[in-house]
């Protein structure tokens, strides 16, 4: 590793000590894992993209979430509020959390697209005994600057 590349992964870690709150032993702790190592020094797209989650068909969601809304998640797994919905329903965030999680494996593989990228909420709709339902696909999205 040439000196220049040694510089940035020691500032992304005194970056990311900073942000979390890390003590210098949490640090070591974080860091003698080799995969949650990795994500930290060469996983660029986990920094790079956002995650969008957006509803593709939506049904007497009780929330009133409707076609074309969006969740936007950010690298750290925090929505961004002012790029969602002024209601969230739970529902919805619990459905598409595993979707999250399978973009960050994705990102930490270089990737930045999933197979599966299509969700349900758990609300099975009024004519199955629920309320309402809405379909929800996920996809990246470079962050702004």
């Not at 956002?50 to 969740?71: P, Q, R, S």
Request: charged share 30%; aromatic share 10%; net charge neutral.
């Amino acid at each position: 590793m040439d000196e220049e590349q040694a510089a940035k992964i020691k500032r992304r870690w005194q970056n990311f000590q900073e942000h979390l709150g890390y003590t210098d032993e949490e640090v070591a702790i974080f860091r003698s894992e080799s995969k949650r190592a990795k994500s930290v020094e060469d996983c660029p797209n986990m920094v790079k993209y956002n995650t969008l989650i957006e509803v593709i068909e939506a049904y007497n969601c009780g929330a009133g979430h409707k076609v074309g809304d969006k969740f936007l998640v950010d690298p750290e797994g925090c929505l961004i509020l002012e790029e969602c919905p002024p209601r969230i329903c739970i529902a919805a965030v619990w459905a598409f959390k595993p979707l999250v999680s399978r973009m960050w494996q994705a990102f930490y593989d270089g990737k930045t697209e999933i197979f599966q990228d299509t969700v349900t909420c758990p609300d099975v709709g009024v004519r199955r005994g629920g309320w309402g339902e809405i379909t929800m696909r996920i996809r990246a999205v470079p962050r702004k600057k």
